[in-house]
């Protein structure tokens, strides 16, 4: 607790009036009376209340440093209780699917494996990966969250194919005995198309329908929306564990999780609602939920309903067949040689020439003397020279030339800077083969268009 502005002035003036008092009250008191007992009693109560208004404010002001102490050391306390908690989940987190990357990578060395076994394992290598990445992902959108160094993005959402790839994925995830469906508004069709942040929303979903099937082990996990006015009411309900009352505004605040000490170890940082608060607070939305221990849980929100026409919804109409990838000649600016590797064991089954550039420098005078170049892969984050400098420098004399950003330091959700500004697309890795060559075709495609 903190002093206000006006208890700092009523300090200062009551100080002052005590100093004025003491040293003019008494020429007062000796002007006013003549009877010496009488003025030593004035004098005497004048000091008595004097001193009782000061005991009164020190007591007030020792009483108030008091309870900010105790404030502070509880919150210090469950700081250090969230950072304990925090530390475990995340090495748990990050631990389980490494022991399944590592464990399993290990296992395909044994020459004796069936051709059956070698894809589990590998089924198994990518599923942990992708746990992993998941993890690290919020990690970083939480602290992005928390450092306001991300904004929204504004793309045409076709809600009904939206909606039906999310529940595609989740599709296997959830446990045998439990209903997995959708229930639209019947009121918007399949050419509905809304306005709003595809990454954002999506990561939305993907939070509320992972925290469902991991907490339902029987009945239903139900999603849907609702049109209502001018605001898009999406829903996610389970027949789960639930989520006591006491606990459900605290499970939106980060590294919390609704867990009882006496129950299994349930997977996650903690950040998921997290994320989902701060991304709608972006999007102009809310979120709620109701819910009751072991008797399920809804969350609801909301964000803005801006449709558009199901004419401008062009972007996946374009087809992108590999064939167009014969002929091609791309440059991958690449200091780390292996990810170059990757890159062109990604390519090597396509009829097209790869050049190699370590730093942004080698990139920009490669791009000069190879003019028939037909699209530059760049790092951002390179020795010399980095990615934006490099493509600014090649943007100046082939300004048509498409540059696709492909790294680790940069989100593909979050380009609104300048300098973002410069390149055509992003391949935030680890990228897989089909986003690589369908980033490649894209941009030549839209290119020689």
């Given amino acids: 607790m903190k002093k206000t502005g006006f208890e700092y002035r009523f300090t200062i ?3 002052a009036i005590g100093i004025l008092w003491i040293t003019f009250s008494d020429r007062l008191v000796n002007s006013l009376f003549s009877d010496s007992e009488l003025i030593t009693r004035i004098q005497t109560y004048k000091g008595l209340f004097y001193v009782l ?3 009164v404010l020190f007591f007030y002001y020792l ?3 008091l309870v900010s102490l105790r404030e502070s050391r509880k919150k210090a306390e469950e700081s250090d209780k969230l950072k304990t908690a925090f530390l475990q989940n995340i090495s748990h987190e990050i631990r389980t699917p490494m022991n399944g990357i590592m464990g399993f990578a290990g296992l395909l060395r044994d020459v004796e494996l069936t051709e059956d076994q070698r894809q589990e394992y590998l089924n198994i290598i990518i599923r942990s990966s992708n746990r ?3 993890v690290v992902n919020q990690v970083l959108d939480i602290s992005m969250l928390e450092t306001g160094n991300i904004k929204t993005n504004t793309d045409e959402i076709n809600l009904i194919k939206f909606t039906a790839e999310i529940l595609d994925d989740f599709a296997q ?3 045998p005995g439990v209903d997995f ?5 019947k009121n918007l069709t399949n050419e509905t198309i809304i306005i709003s942040d595809e990454y954002k929303l999506r990561q939305i979903l993907n939070n509320l329908i992972n925290n469902a099937i991991k907490f339902t082990e029987k009945g239903y996990i139900k999603i849907g929306y609702l049109l209502n006015n001018k605001k898009l009411d999406f829903f996610v309900e389970d027949t789960g564990i639930g989520i006591p009352v006491d606990e459900q505004q605290e499970i939106f605040k980060r590294f919390r999780k609704s867990e009882r000490t006496n129950q299994r170890f349930y997977d996650g940082v903690g950040v998921g609602l997290a994320i989902c608060k701060g991304n709608l607070e972006l999007m102009n939305g809310s979120i709620s939920v109701e819910s009751d221990k072991d008797n399920g849980t809804r969350f609801y929100f909301s964000i803005p309903f801006n449709p558009v026409s199901a004419a401008s919804d062009v972007k996946n109409e374009i087809p992108l067949e590999t064939s167009n990838l014969s002929g091609l000649k791309i440059l991958v600016a690449e200091d780390e040689l292996l990810n170059y590797s990757y890159i062109e ?3 090597s089954e396509h009829n097209l020439t790869l050049f190699h550039a370590h730093n942004g420098i080698s990139a920009i005078e490669i791009c000069k003397n190879t003019p028939e170049l037909d699209l530059v892969l760049m790092d951002i984050k390179m020795p010399l020279m980095n990615g934006y400098d490099a493509t600014r420098a090649i943007k100046k004399f082939r300004p048509t030339l498409p540059v696709v950003a492909q ?3 940069i989100s593909s959700h979050n380009k609104h800077s300048e300098d973002d500004k410069l390149f055509n697309e992003y391949l935030s890795k680890p990228f897989l083969k089909e986003e690589l060559i369908e980033a490649i075709i894209r941009n030549v495609k839209t290119a020689k268009s």
């Avoid at 469906?181 to 508004?185: H, L, Q, R």
């Fill in 63 to 65: 009483r108030m440093h």
């Fill in 53 to 55: 208004s000061t005991a």
């Fill in 132 to 134: 992993l990445l998941d």
């Fill in 345 to 347: 064991q990604l390519l």
């Fill in 173 to 175: 995830d959830v446990k």
């Fill in 407 to 409: 790294s680790a330091y």
């Fill in 181 to 185: 469906y959708f229930v639209p508004d």
């Fill in 13 to 15: 003036v009551y100080l």
